[in-house]
T-cell receptor, first 115, second 108 residues
Framework: EAQVTQNPRYLITVTGKKLTVTCSQNMNHEYMSWYRQDPGLGLRQIYYSMNVEVTDKGDVPEGYKVSRKEKRNFPLILESPSPNQTSLYFC??????????????FGPGTRLTVL | AQRVTQPEKLLSVFKGAPVELKCNYSYSGSPELFWYVQYSRQRLQLLLRHISRESIKGFTADLNKGETSFHLKKPFAQEEDSAMYYCALLNYGQNFVFGPGTRLSVLP
């Protein structure tokens, strides 16, 4: 089944303890992206990747890192999590962006709580 | 800076009534605009995209460059349309800017 998967789905951690949220897609998509969703703010893009080894900052990249060593995986790394990073995180992928048929496929979300 | 606003946090309409979810944007250039929807316990998904000009589930959206708007409309709301709706803009063909979202509640 074509899909975007994220792990873990739920995570409670403490301030400063490094963590990684994995994202994987099996659709050979070139574009991948991470968002955080907060009440009243909608989705805000953290980082995106146009292709392997190409990553760029979105609107809220502070405190996050990403890597794109393979086309299918796009992990989100929080080196030193803080309580203001408590949020619902979504990964998404798309074959491209320009064509009328291009669409982002979203993962199920990861709910992160930083104490 | 590029920005998307959705002035209504919550919109309630009765089944069969017309619905319009408002979206305004600020962007220097020709915008590429989208509407995404998130139904309860489902993943966020694309509802429609400006350049595709398709009508999905009876929804349409027209880009009005003069008013910098991309309002989502449906002539007769159904209960299954109840969901969270996000307007989004593709910034210079690379990154997305989303609005804060509008929760649509269609009452029986």
């Amino acid at each position: 089944e074509a899909q975007v998967t994220q792990n873990p789905r739920y995570l409670i951690t403490v301030t400063g303890k490094k963590l990684t949220v994995t994202c994987s897609q099996n659709m050979n998509h070139e574009y991948m992206s991470w968002y955080r969703q907060d009440p009243g703010l909608g989705l805000r893009q953290i980082y995106y990747s146009m292709n392997v080894e190409v990553t760029d900052k979105g609107d809220v990249p502070e405190g996050y890192k990403v890597s794109r060593k393979e086309k299918r995986n796009f992990p989100l790394i929080l080196e030193s999590p803080s309580p203001n990073q408590t949020s619902l995180y979504f990964c998404a992928s798309s074959l491209g962006l320009a064509a009328a048929t291009d669409t982002q496929y979203f993962g199920p979300g990861t709910r992160l709580t930083v104490l | 800076a590029q920005r998307v606003t959705q002035p209504e946090k919550l919109l309630s309409v009765f089944k069969g009534a017309p619905v319009e979810l408002k979206c305004n944007y600020s962007y220097s250039g020709s915008p590429e605009l989208f509407w995404y929807v998130q139904y309860s316990r489902q993943r966020l998904q694309l509802l429609l995209r400006h350049i595709s000009r398709e009508s999905i589930k009876g929804f349409t959206a027209d880009l009005n460059k003069g008013e910098t708007s991309f309002h989502l409309k449906k002539p007769f709301a159904q209960e299954e349309d109840s969901a969270m709706y996000y307007c989004a803009l593709l910034n210079y063909g690379q990154n997305f800017v989303f609005g804060p979202g509008t929760r649509l509640s269609v009452l029986p």
